[in-house]
């Protein structure tokens, strides 16, 4: 019986291995973490958690709040209202509870992967317990999260199939209570392994407990808009999508045997020749996404600002704080610069 049991295992551990294997050279096929479907039928209300908001004294509970972007900390400025804190991912709100009130929703895989991180002591992270899957597709390895979690069952090194449950939703983590229980979603892409070694340099008084896989060094795409972009396309790839997203700011790295974008996403080159010139410009979007990748005849030392959009807005409001000043005054910030010191670590 135990022999049975055995060859059992075996069997599903090769044939998720195998999809996982497959996959590396398909098509996106991703799968809501939860039952939750209102995402496709409007989205709004019915699928994303709200946040508790208090803007000059008056008290709300947007839902937008629970979207990709710059939804949060609102603030007047001379252009108007502007949203100055960004949220990497989507929190997707609940459908069950006990008669207790806890939310009892199944979080499952969005795709084929390997657990590669899990993080089970709340207090080591504002995700609370959470949980990052590697996804191969077309040769480059993107990153799902799952974070707030209630309970999570299964363990780094697990093979997982689309659809197999990982987790129960819950409400750990900074600032939440059982009532604004959600999923934290992400789909990221990686900026360096070298990541532990550079955090450790930068920010030796705080503690990293979770290697490579710290929220710091994960880019976290906007996952909605791409499972929206799937239904019109199924056969899209994620080198396609980002190919919309709008370059927000460029930044000049010296050149750099330590540039690990071009090893982990060599679909980020531009066409033409990838080793002439003296530098690399790399392109950004707002969110901090890398999205292009150029050879460029500027001869820096150190990272530098190249292009910034043009606005009337204090640029750290607008970039997470990498960008720093007004107008023709654009320059890194010293957090820009040590996260752009990331891309080319050690050098």
Same mark, same amino acid.
């Given at each position: 019986?135990?022999?049975?049991?055995?060859?059992?295992?075996?069997?599903?551990?090769?044939?998720?291995?195998?999809?996982?294997?497959?996959?590396?050279?398909?098509?996106?096929?991703?799968?809501?973490?939860?039952?939750?479907?209102?995402?496709?039928?409007?989205?709004?209300?019915?699928?994303?958690? *709200?946040?508790?908001?208090?803007?000059?004294? =008056?008290?709300?509970?947007? $839902?937008? &709040?629970?979207? +990709?972007?710059?939804?949060?900390?609102?603030?007047?400025?001379?252009?108007?209202?502007?949203?100055?804190?960004?949220?990497?991912?989507?929190?997707?709100?609940?459908?069950?509870?006990?008669?207790?009130?806890?939310?009892?929703?199944?979080?499952?895989?969005?795709?084929d992967g390997k657990v590669v991180?899990?993080?089970?002591?709340?207090? *080591?992270?504002?995700?609370?317990?959470?949980? =990052?899957?590697?996804?191969? $597709?077309? &040769?480059?390895? +993107?990153?799902?999260?799952?974070?707030?979690?209630?309970?999570?069952?299964?363990?780094p090194g697990d093979m997982v199939a689309r659809g197999q449950r990982i987790a129960v939703i819950g409400h750990t983590g900074t600032g939440l209570n059982r009532e604004r229980a959600h999923l934290h979603l992400e789909l990221n892409l990686m900026l360096s392994r070298q990541f532990e070694a550079w955090y450790n340099t930068f920010f030796r008084n705080d503690p990293n407990h979770h290697g490579i896989y710290n929220g710091m060094n994960l880019a976290g795409l906007d996952v909605a808009r791409l499972y929206l972009a799937l239904r019109k396309n199924p056969a899209l790839t994620i080198p396609e999508f980002i190919n919309d997203e709008e370059t927000f700011y460029k930044v000049t790295l010296p050149k750099s045997q330590h540039f690990d974008l071009p090893k982990l996403y060599p679909w980020m080159f531009a066409a033409g020749k990838r080793n002439e010139g003296s530098s690399w410009a790399v392109s950004f979007a707002r969110s901090g996404v890398p999205l292009k990748i150029e050879s460029s005849d500027r001869h820096v030392t150190q990272p530098e600002l190249s292009y910034v959009k043009k606005s009337s807005i204090e640029y750290s409001y607008l970039t997470r704080d990498v960008v720093s000043g007004r107008g023709a005054d654009a320059h890194l910030s010293g957090y820009g610069q040590q996260l752009m010191r990331l891309l080319i670590y050690p050098d």
């Open positions: 019986m135990r022999l049975f049991a055995a060859a059992v295992g075996l069997v599903i551990f090769l044939s998720i291995s195998m999809r996982a294997q497959a996959a590396q050279n398909h098509a996106l096929d991703l799968v809501l973490p939860t039952d939750n479907d209102a995402l496709f039928s409007g989205g709004g209300a019915a699928f994303y958690q *709200y946040v508790e908001r208090n803007y000059k004294g =008056v008290k709300s509970t947007p $839902w937008e &709040g629970g979207q +990709y972007g710059f939804v949060r900390d609102p603030i007047d400025t001379a252009a108007g209202l502007a949203y100055t804190r960004f949220h990497e991912g989507i929190d997707i709100r609940p459908l069950r509870h006990d008669a207790n009130g806890e939310a009892l929703d199944e979080v499952r895989a969005i795709a991180h899990t993080n089970l002591v709340p207090g *080591y992270s504002n995700y609370g317990k959470y949980i =990052v899957i590697e996804h191969c $597709w077309n &040769g480059s390895n +993107y990153y799902s999260l799952y974070a707030h979690l209630n309970s999570i069952t299964v363990q």
